[in-house]
């Protein structure tokens, strides 16, 4: 990992999108320090609406303190793809949070992490296919501090 001087710290602020609103381009931002060697991607106090997100090496989600990343119950947002679960490699939707062969991924901050789960509990729909809240496969240093999970 980059020493501190050189890594992007960058905010969702900065980004088009609203709090409340329409979804929020956040994939975006964790792109862009991807890109530049890794670094914070911060969401701040507010309800921001998301799809899925990845993270990649060298990233860190970081939720301030009365933040609210909520996850719509949309599935057309989290597309199937395989993903191993239990062991074996399933077909599913997409996971809400993940990151694949990353190394020194975290997600930290004193925020909270919402799904919108109305969809995924109706009546007949296939427990099967929903998606993982969080997905680390073949990881390593992960760090997961402070923040909450609802629903």
Not at 8 to 33: C, N, P, T
Not at 41 to 70: D, I, M
Not at 78 to 98: C, D, I, K, T
Request: charged share 20%; proline share 5%; net charge positive.
């Amino acid at each position: 990992m980059k020493s501190l001087s050189f890594l992007a710290f960058l905010s969702i602020l900065s980004l088009s999108a609203f709090a409340g609103e329409a979804l929020s381009d956040i994939q975006s931002r964790i792109d862009a320090a991807a890109k530049s060697g890794g670094g914070r991607v911060t969401v701040p106090a507010g309800e921001w609406k998301t799809g899925p997100l990845r993270l990649a090496s060298g990233v860190e989600l970081h939720l301030e303190s009365g933040a609210r990343l909520v996850f719509p119950d949309d599935p057309d947002l989290y597309p199937m793809q395989e993903v191993a679960f239990e062991g074996q490699v399933r077909r599913r939707h997409q996971p809400l949070v993940s990151a694949v062969g990353a190394t020194n991924v975290s997600v930290t901050g004193g925020g909270t992490f919402e799904a919108k789960v109305e969809y995924w509990h109706s009546p007949g729909f296939k427990t099967r296919g929903r998606p993982q809240f969080f997905h680390f496969d073949n990881c390593r240093r992960v760090v997961l501090d402070g923040f909450r999970i609802r629903n």
